[in-house]
């Protein structure tokens, strides 16, 4: 590693401050609760420090971006070993049949859908109506990547409310 020069320093700080809502997003959207966002922050910018020397001061601002998804992204990984988090999941496949299902099924899905906020239910009613990521996110002003999250997490939630209420 070099040393660290205060332009160096100016220039880390730069980063952060245009890129600040981006990394929030990002640890929020991929943790389950505040002090666990608040965590994955600091890993990624202990890893943004780490991993300077590698950027060029050159870079456009596509190519600091691309970087800094990478070391969000392999900050979260390392984070997700570290926790040892197991990922479970159930495919929306398995969702989408129940739902065409007996009318108990609807009842319950219904039940479970008045525990989503108006948003969520939006969403979960345009998947369910056969639109790809891509327009969803068109449609709500998102990227394709925050649909897969906000549906990933709103199945979660469904099975977690399953799990406490009908189990």
Known sequence: MTQRTPETYNRYLKLLNDHEKQIQNYCVSHSDNR???????????????????????DSTARQVNRWLQRVMYTTFVSHLRHWRRPVDTVPLEEAESLAAGDDDNVELIQALLMHLSPDERQMVEQHLQGYTHAEIAERNRLTRMAVAQRIHRIIQKLKKLYQKYYE
């Open 35 to 57: 002090f666990e966002a608040c965590t994955l922050m600091q890993e990624v910018l202990e890893n943004v420090w780490h991993g300077f020397d590698t950027l060029d001061a």
